[in-house]
């Protein structure tokens, strides 16, 4: 296994304790990681994260409802560019295509989530600071 693997797999089991999610799939140039988190307090914890990799091609199609914004990676969800600043966004305000909703930080990088069309934000379906998993709605606009 080489180096860029390994510290990919390591990067994702400290983003797995940090957040406290079950688990991550990770795919990038055609590599497939799924990291497995520590067991719950039924069964005891494995001594290590299991990690299953695929090299594969394929791509999942997933439709997208039009009214909602999803979470395009696992990470942490941020409303706001720093703690003590306003949101990006909140219920009622009007966005333009392209404009920054929020931020999803994933293994110590912000990655911004924008608008893919113009609208109004109807419903903020997440807590800035909590765990967000791919696909996940985190608004509603209409």
Known sequence: MDNTIKDTIKELSELLKETGLAEIDYEKDGIRLHVVGPATEVAPAPAQTPVVISNTAKEEVVE???NQV???IVGVVYLSPSPNAPTFVKEGDSV???QTLCMVEAMKTFNPVVAQQAGTIKKVLVESGAPV???Q???EME
């Open 64 to 66: 997208k409802p039009k």
């Open 70 to 72: 999803l979470s395009p």
């Open 96 to 98: 333009k295509q392209g």
């Open 133 to 135: 998993e791919y696909n």
């Open 137 to 139: 709605p985190l608004f």
